[in-house]
């Protein structure tokens, strides 16, 4: 299962943020500013998964952004890091060229995209066609 999802920039900004397993707000915000800060000083010849306190941690560095995802220790971490290349394959569809921008000022329909593909912690669609229609559906309505 997938316990949450983040978008980084290159400074440990928050610029997304889903939670799929509820916990207390101190003890969230301590595991979040622990993961991020491991996430960012890796080194680009380690690994993109590792394990902390009881949990996995997947990312995927693109740019100037890092998608993490926290997932149980039973979850395969190779679907994790492709189903965050499918993640970034949408919104790189969608905006043509991701920036940091692109996220900050269409947030919801960034949201609307991880959404499709993840679903109360758990991988609902990897088709990067399938996760972009509801965005093709509001776009042909405005």
């Known amino acids: 299962m997938i316990l949450f999802c983040f978008i980084v920039n290159k400074q440990g900004r ?50 100037t952004l890092t998608l993490i995802c926290g997932t149980t220790k039973d979850e395969n971490e190779l679907a994790i890091q492709e ?31 991880l959404d499709e593909l993840i679903a109360n912690g758990c991988v609902a669609y990897t088709s990067k066609e399938r996760a972009l229609v509801p965005l093709q559906l509001i776009d042909a309505g405005s």
């Open 83 to 113: 189903l965050l290349n499918v993640f970034m394959d949408c919104i790189a569809t969608y905006f043509q060229h991701v920036s940091e921008l692109d996220i900050v000022y269409n947030i919801e329909r960034v949201y609307i995209i």
């Open 14 to 63: 928050i610029r997304l943020r889903r939670n799929y397993q509820h916990v207390q707000e101190k003890e969230r915000e301590l595991r979040d500013t622990a993961v991020i800060n491991k996430c960012l000083m890796r080194s680009k010849k380690q690994c993109n998964f590792f394990s902390h306190d009881n949990m996995t941690v997947v990312y995927k560095m693109f740019t």
